[in-house]
T-cell receptor
Framework: GESVGLHLPTLSVQEGDNSIINCAYS??????FIWYKQESGKGPQFIID?????DKRQGQRVTVLLNKTVKHLSLQIAATQPGDSAVYFC??????????FGKGTKLSVKP | DTGVSQNPRHKITKRGQNVTFRCDPI?????LYWYRQTLGQGPEFLTY????????KSRLLSDRFSAERPKGSFSTLEIQRTEQGDSAMYLC?????????????????FGPGTRLTVL
């Protein structure tokens, strides 16, 4: 079946460096993608989203890139801070009400 | 705090017992979603409501699970005859539903979840 997945399950970066978290999706009908951050014991927190008619969107310290040709999504975090340590999920919406989540990438920031 | 709230935050029960969780969505959000998340996995969709109407249910939602949203505001998720395999985090999310259709850019905001442990 079609699914959203992640290339790397864990990522360790030095404080102040940039982080890049990748996600592959296989559902060509997906028209909306979202990145969520989930800290231990908490619910997913919305970070940034992008529509399928865009290839880049920037927020505060975060940028999402969408490459529909290869069905790839990435989240870039600039100047990574200890507070960014969490599990990051990409999710896709194929227009049926529910989100399809990947398995998540754990980001660890070393001081 | 005007975010999504869920109660209780933790629930420990014995196998075979019934449990009920409550979700209060963001005020004026007319869509409400339930997801289940097991350790190390992403959330999995269970069901969603548009106002009081339950519009979609996943095959994960067995006949032991029932969800309601009687007045189009808060929702409850009940699990009957709990099994150890029901142990998970149950997440609720809401969205404004104003983007036209259940897809597009209808951002879902999640609550803190209810962690269920079935002994």
């Amino acid at each position: 079946g079609e699914s959203v997945g992640l290339h790397l399950p864990t990522l360790s970066v030095q404080e102040g460096d940039n982080s890049i978290i990748n996600c592959a999706y296989s559902n060509s009908a997906s028209d909306y993608f979202i990145w969520y951050k989930q800290e231990s014991g908490k619910g997913p927190q919305f970070i940034i989203d992008i529509r399928s008619n865009m290839d880049k969107r920037q927020g505060q310290r975060v940028t999402v890139l969408l490459n529909k040709t290869v069905k790839h999504l990435s989240l870039q975090i600039a100047a990574t801070q200890p507070g960014d340590s969490a599990v990051y999920f990409c999710a896709e919406n194929i227009g049926q009400g529910n989100l399809i989540f990947g398995k998540g990438t754990k980001l660890s920031v070393k001081p | 705090d005007t975010g999504v709230s869920q109660n209780p935050r933790h629930k420990i029960t014995k196998r075979g017992q019934n449990v009920t969780f409550r979700c209060d969505p963001i005020s004026e959000h007319n869509r409400l979603y339930w997801y289940r998340q097991t350790l190390g996995q992403g959330p999995e969709f269970l069901t969603y409501f548009q106002n009081e109407a339950q519009l979609e249910k996943s095959r994960l939602l067995s006949d032991r699970f029932s969800a309601e949203r009687p007045k189009g505001s808060f929702s409850t998720l009940e699990i009957q005859r709990t099994e150890q395999g029901d142990s998970a985090m149950y997440l609720c999310a809401s969205s404004s539903g104003t983007s036209g259709g259940a897809g597009a850019t209808d951002t879902q905001y999640f609550g803190p979840g209810t962690r269920l442990t079935v002994l």
